[in-house]
């Protein structure tokens, strides 16, 4: 399918003669039509299209419809009947009245279009280039980022509904890829077996029980007749045959001859398939919330007198911390031209480095420091390093006692300051400041000057101000996401699909909030005290 790339549309006269008189001059799609439609062009997504074939759908068309999808939250097939029949949409995308539309599965087609061209942040950047073209975004102005989880779209599993789903899915996807391998191979009591997908409450105790003890010999005995030769090439490459052995690779290790669980105590969140339905998505915690999926970073303005615009969102992955990503949005928003002069975020975004990486970009990153919480910190009478005096320009640390430490020992970014254990041995003090059997241990890092000045500022009743006034607000732009474009729970399989959608929310909301602007309305104020943060 190629693109023959069509200079922006005028709106047909009927449509226009007919949506003026009958769509308010405030109204989303009718502002959207008159100010933002035109100014997109087609030749911005030829590169994803061939030169040769068939003409396909203008790809603003498809983008526009999408998003519109997203802010009313409709299905495929809801959004396009939308186009047929109502006079916003149609007075939006310059549409004559008797469009007829296309047929529901071009949108799944454009959406896989743009992940297999590795453009699914393409339509948002666009967007946002043009809402900073009309004078929406202060240059270097004031920003906010937070994250939310968004839950896999498949249903959590326990462990062994995760492995009987794993085998199962296998033996499906072998059957359908070769019906005759399949059935010289798989033994014929398998189809009654794992015929059904496994859920728990189907089974009773004895049922429950019997699966237990065979499901790792059966999956093992799979694997070992997919490895040997004279196994078909499209069976071998199949993505289920593929989770398969990761998942018994995670889940079973051979002990005595047999098949058993492994400990999964060590898990570190990053590698473990929770379903075989989404092997992408990864369990993860914050505090008393548990969810299998992924993250979702929000980026949005906070400057007096604009609209408050989200200049990044991206899904990651649930392990991954806001401290990592935090220099990757900041790339990003310098790519886009919309670097903050000041940066408000949470404590978990906060970082020595992240303090370091934002000053290199002129951006004053303002958050409360997470505390580290020490052994002596615990005891009533402690000894805690506030009471140490240090000097990270000379190198040295000096106890309450006077005693001096010097010639640190570099460990990873941090200089670590060692006091003899027979000086600590002999100091009355030692209860109070010393919990093992040597000499007491006091780190700095690379980036103590920073992060002491980050502990400090948080104490000042300015920035308490300042800070409640300007990042209180994305709590609320998080929860319109949720309510507004069901950003919550993701509407497809797969990490690169869960961007997509994130990245479609984003400019579903920025498109609704920039016409509510064009049309005069602001955002209401409304700054509610956090009880749970600690600025202290």
Request: hydrophobic letters at 35%.
């Amino acid at each position: 399918m190629c693109l023959k790339v069509q200079p922006p549309w005028p709106m047909p006269t009927e449509t226009g003669q007919i949506g003026q008189k009958l769509l308010p001059e405030n109204d989303v799609y009718r502002l959207i039509g008159d100010r933002l439609f035109a100014q997109l062009n087609e030749a911005e997504y030829a590169d994803l299209y061939s030169i040769e074939g068939k003409p396909g759908i203008s790809p603003i068309l498809l983008a526009f419809v999408t998003v519109f999808q997203y802010m009313e939250k409709l299905a495929d097939r809801q959004a396009i009947r939308a186009l047929r029949m109502r006079l916003d949409w149609k007075y939006a995308l310059h549409l004559p009245l008797g469009y007829e539309g296309f047929d529901f599965s071009v949108l799944s087609e454009f959406r896989d279009r743009l992940i297999q061209g590795q453009a699914e942040g393409r339509v948002f950047e666009k967007l946002v280039e043009q809402i900073r073209a009309l004078g929406l975004i202060k240059e270097h102005g004031k920003q906010r980022s937070d994250s939310i989880a968004m839950l896999t779209k498949v249903r959590r599993l326990c462990r062994l509904e995760t492995v009987v789903e794993t085998l199962r899915l296998a033996i499906v996807a072998i059957v359908q890829t070769d019906p005759e391998w399949g059935e010289e191979t798989l033994p014929p009591s398998w189809e009654e077996k794992y015929g059904e997908r496994f859920v728990r409450q189907r089974y009773s105790e004895k049922e429950w029980q019997e699966y237990e003890e065979q499901i790792g010999e059966n999956g093992q005995w799979l694997i070992e007749r997919l490895v040997k030769g004279g196994v078909p090439a499209e069976v071998q490459n199949l993505p289920e045959v593929q989770v398969l052995k990761t998942v018994w690779t995670q889940q079973f290790r051979a002990q005595a001859g047999k098949m058993v669980y492994t400990d999964l105590k060590k898990y570190d969140g990053h590698t473990q398939i929770q379903s075989p339905h989404d092997p992408e998505a990864r369990y993860s915690r914050k505090r008393h919330f548990e969810w299998v999926g992924d993250k979702v970073q929000v980026t949005e303005t906070e400057d007096e007198g604009y609209p408050h615009i989200i200049t990044d969102m991206v899904a990651t992955s649930s392990n991954r911390t806001d401290y990592e990503e935090l220099p990757v949005i900041q790339t990003r928003l310098e790519e886009r031209a919309c670097l903050p002069a000041q940066h408000y975020v949470d404590a978990g975004y906060m970082s020595g480095p992240n303090l370091d990486s934002s000053q290199k970009k002129h951006i004053d990153l303002i958050g409360p420091l997470q505390t580290v919480t020490t052994p002596q910190d615990l005891l009533p009478d402690g000894i805690t390093r506030a009471q140490f005096q240090i000097d990270a320009e000379n190198q040295t640390v000096t106890c309450p006692q006077g005693w001096i430490a010097h010639n640190p020992r570099p460990v990873n970014n941090s200089l670590k300051f060692q006091f003899p254990k027979n000086l600590c041995a002999a100091c009355k003090l030692r209860a109070r400041c010393c919990t093992g059997k040597g000499g007491r241990t006091i780190g700095i890092s690379a980036y103590y000057a920073l992060t002491e000045a980050a502990y400090a500022r948080p104490k000042t009743p300015a920035f308490k101000q300042d800070y409640h006034q300007h990042r209180s607000g994305v709590e609320g732009s998080l929860s319109a996401l949720v309510r507004g474009q069901g950003l919550r729970v993701s509407r497809y399989i797969g990490s690169k699909k869960r961007h997509l959608q994130a990245v479609f929310s984003g400019c579903a909301a920025n498109l609704m909030r920039t016409a509510s602007w064009l049309a005069g309305k602001r955002p209401q104020v409304r700054h509610k005290r956090s009880w749970s943060l600690n600025l202290t």
